[in-house]
C-alpha cells in the first residue's frame, strides 16, 4: 500500500468528512451488534426461556455484568406487559425497529460524508494531474503515448477514488462491526466465541494467499488499456490517412490483438477479484457450521446455553460474514488502486529538466538582441545542433532555411524554452533566457507555427487565448489586421461560432488567419514564424502573407521557411545543414556566393518549372 498511502494525502483537506464517516461508521457497527442481540429478549417472551424477574436487579460489578443486562431486560419487559406476555412481546418487536432504524441511519449518515471525501479527493488529484502535464516539458512526451496519459488521468484515478470507501471500510467500520459483534457474542457465550477465534485467522491467511498477484494482474490491465486508448486515438487523428492506403485491416488486426491481451488478464484479474466473496462466505459458513454442531452440544447435552441466546448467537455469527466479507472485497480493491496510484504517482513525481533560476526575473520586452552562443542540443544521445552562433537584433527578420531535418524547427523550440541547450547560451537582451521567468518570457514571443492549432470553443476564445482579458474590440481590430474579419462576420454566429475539433470548421487559410489573430493580439516583442504558409494553396497563402505582413512590420522577426520566395527580404539569412550553420547573408549576397543557398533556390525552381 505504499502508493496509495501517498495518494491518501489528498484527503487532509478533507478530514472533517473522514471524522465524521468514523463516527457515524462506529455507531453504525455498535447499533448492529446490539440489533442483532435484541433478539434475544423477544425469544424469550415466545419460548418461555426465563422466568420473569420480580425485583428490579442491582449492578454488582463487571464480573456479574451479563446476568445483569439479562435481568434488567427481563425485568422491564415484566412490567410493561404485566400479566399479558404479548405486551412483552410488542416491547421486544419495538426495540428491535428502533436499534434497526437508528443502525440503517447511521450507515446513511457514513454514506454520506464519505461521498464528499472521494469526490473531493478525485477532484484534487485530476486538477493536479493536469496541471502537471500542462507544465510538464515537451520532451517529456516524446516518447510516451497519449493514450497512456489519458488512462492514467481517467481510468487510474477513478481506481483511486472508488477505493477510497474500501479504504474506510477495511480501517474503520467493518472492523469494528466484527469487534462489536464479537464483545456480544463473548457476553452470550465465551466457550463458542473462543471457537470463532480459532478460525477466523485461519479463513483470513486463505484469503490472502489468493490475493498475492492481484496488485501485478491489475498493473498489467491498466497497461493494456492505456495501450487501447492510445490505439484509439491514433486510429481517430490518421483515420484519413488510414482509409487512404487501405490500411483498415492492418489497424483491425493490431487492435484486436490489444483487446485480446485485454481480455486475458481482465479475465484473470476478475476471476480473482470474484473469488473473494464466495471464497469468504464458504470460509464464513464453514464456521457457523462449526458453531453449531458445538453450539449445540452446549444447548443440547451441557445445558450451559438457553435455545434463545443460541438462536441469536447464530444470528450475530453470521452478522459477521459480510463485514468480514466486506474487508476481503477492499483489501483486494486496496491492491488495485495501489497499482493506479502508482502509475499516478509516476506522472506526478516527473521531475522537469528545464533549467530554472532560483529567484527568476520577469522578462521585459526586446530592446537590444537575442543571442545564440555556442549553443549545442541533443535528443538523448543524438546531437542534433553543432556550435549554433548567431544574433537577432531589435526590429529585425532573420530567416532559418535549409532542408527538413537540418534543425531549423528546434532553434525556435529552444527559444522558447520547450527545451534547454546541453551546451551554450541563449541570451534575451544580455540576460541568459535561464534567469527569466518562462511564462513571461514566452509572453514576449508569438508563434505561428504550420499547423494553426486551433481548440473546440468560439473564434472569440480562440484569438483571445494568449490575452484572455482582451476587450472584443481589441480581438476584432486583431482579425481585421489578420484579413480574418471578413470571413469571420459571414459564420452564423460571427465571433462566437464554436470551430469545432482542432477547427476542423475553417479551411486551412482560415485557421492561419485566426492564429495570426491570435499573435497580434499579444502584441508580442518576438515573432516567431515556423513555415506559416507552407501547407497553404497559392490563393490562401497570399491571402495570409499579407496578413503576416501586417504582423512583422517593425517586429522583430524570425522565420522559419521551406519555401525560399518567402524569405527573399529577410535582413538576415541562416542556411542551416545537418545542424550546423554553413552560410549566412542577405538573399542577394547569399546568391552571389553560389553555395549551399544557391543549390536550394536551384532546385526549388526547378521543381517548380
Known amino acids: 500500500m505504499t502508493h496509495f498511502k501517498t495518494i491518501l494525502h489528498y484527503a487532509k483537506p478533507y478530514k472533517t468528512y473522514a471524522v465524521w464517516n468514523i463516527v457515524f461508521n462506529a455507531l453504525y457497527a455498535l447499533f448492529s451488534a446490539l440489533a442483532m442481540a435484541a433478539l434475544i429478549p423477544m425469544l424469550n417472551v415466545l419460548f418461555k426461556q426465563v422466568p420473569p424477574v420480580a425485583e428490579k436487579p442491582i449492578y454488582q460489578g463487571i464480573n456479574t455484568l451479563k446476568p445483569f443486562v439479562a435481568d434488567s431486560i427481563n425485568y422491564h419487559l415484566g412490567a410493561v406487559a404485566g400479566e399479558d406476555p404479548s405486551q412483552g412481546l410488542w416491547l421486544a418487536v419495538g426495540l428491535i425497529l428502533v436499534l434497526f432504524l437508528l443502525k440503517n441511519l447511521f450507515n446513511y449518515l457514513a454514506m454520506y460524508y464519505i461521498t464528499y471525501l472521494r469526490n473531493g479527493v478525485l477532484k484534487d488529484i485530476r486538477n493536479q494531474v493536469y496541471q502537471k502535464l500542462i507544465h510538464l516539458p515537451m520532451g517529456y512526451f516524446t516518447d510516451r503515448k497519449k493514450g497512456d496519459l489519458m488512462t492514467r488521468m481517467t481510468t ?55 490475493g498475492k498477484s492481484l496488485k501485478k494482474q491489475s498493473e498489467q490491465v491498466q497497461d493494456i488499456q492505456g495501450q487501447m486508448l492510445a490505439q484509439t486515438e491514433e486510429t481517430i487523428t490518421g483515420l484519413k490517412m488510414i482509409k487512404a492506403f487501405v490500411a483498415e485491416n492492418h489497424f483491425s488486426q493490431k487492435f ?106 520577469v522578462a521585459a520586452p526586446l530592446t537590444q538582441s537575442i543571442r545564440f552562443e555556442g549553443v549545442h542540443f541533443g535528443y538523448g544521445a543524438k546531437e542534433v545542433l553543432h556550435n549554433i552562433n548567431f544574433e537577432i537584433k531589435q526590429g529585425q527578420t532573420v530567416a532559418l532555411v535549409g532542408q527538413s531535418g537540418s534543425g531549423k524547427s ?52 480562440n484569438i483571445a487565448m494568449g490575452k484572455p482579458d482582451a476587450s472584443r474590440e481589441s480581438i476584432i481590430q486583431a482579425a481585421k489586421a489578420a484579413h480574418a474579419h471578413e470571413f469571420i462576420e459571414q459564420l452564423e454566429n460571427s465571433y462566437d461560432t464554436s470551430i469545432g475539433d482542432a477547427g476542423n470548421k475553417l479551411s486551412g487559410g482560415q485557421k492561419q488567419r485566426i492564429s495570426i489573430a491570435r499573435a497580434l493580439l499579444t502584441n508580442p ?83 517548380a518549372d
Request: aromatic share 8%; charged share 15%; proline share 3%.
Open 156 to 210: 487510474d484515478v477513478l481506481e483511486v477514488q472508488h477505493s477510497m470507501l474500501s479504504v474506510l471500510e477495511l480501517m474503520v467500520r467493518e472492523p469494528l462491526t466484527i469487534l462489536f459483534t464479537l464483545v456480544v457474542m463473548m457476553l452470550i457465550s465465551p466457550q463458542l466465541t473462543l471457537f470463532v477465534f480459532v478460525f477466523i485467522p485461519i479463513s483470513g491467511w486463505i484469503i490472502s494467499v489468493v
Open 256 to 361: 484486436s490483438k490489444i483487446t485480446q491481451q485485454f481480455f486475458q488478464y481482465s479475465n484473470k484479474l476478475l476471476n480473482r477479484q470474484n473469488l473473494a466473496s464466495p471464497l469468504s462466505e464458504f470460509l464464513g459458513i464453514a464456521v457457523i457450521g462449526g458453531l453449531l454442531v458445538y453450539g449445540g452440544t452446549l444447548v443440547l447435552i451441557d445445558g450451559s446455553l438457553n435455545a434463545s441466546s443460541f438462536i441469536a448467537y447464530i444470528s450475530l455469527a453470521y452478522n459477521i460474514l459480510t463485514p468480514a466479507k466486506a474487508i476481503s472485497k477492499a483489501a483486494y480493491g486496496v491492491k488495485k488502486a495501489d497499482a493506479a496510484a502508482g502509475r499516478i504517482i509516476e506522472l506526478l513525481e516527473e521531475t522537469d529538466p528545464i533549467q530554472k533560476a532560483e529567484r527568476p526575473v
Open 410 to 461: 528546434t532553434l525556435a523550440q529552444l527559444l522558447l524554452r520547450f527545451y534547454d541547450p546541453t551546451q551554450g547560451t541563449i541570451l534575451w537582451d544580455e540576460s541568459p533566457v535561464f534567469s527569466l521567468e518562462i511564462g513571461s518570457l514566452r509572453q514576449q514571443m508569438a508563434l505561428v507555427a504550420q499547423d494553426a492549432l486551433l481548440f473546440h470553443d468560439s473564434i472569440v476564445h
Open 525 to 607: 516583442s518576438l515573432l516567431i514564424l515556423d513555415e506559416a504558409t507552407s501547407a497553404l494553396d497559392t490563393q490562401s497563402e497570399r491571402g495570409v502573407q499579407e496578413a503576416l505582413n501586417i504582423l512583422m512590420k517593425d517586429r522583430t522577426t524570425l522565420v522559419i521557411a521551406h519555401r525560399l520566395s518567402t524569405v527573399q527580404h529577410a535582413d538576415l539569412i541562416l542556411v542551416m545543414h545537418q545542424g550546423k550553420i554553413v552560410e549566412r547573408g542577405t538573399h542577394q549576397s547569399l546568391i552571389e556566393n553560389n553555395g549551399y543557398y544557391q543549390q536550394l533556390v536551384s532546385m526549388q525552381q526547378l521543381a
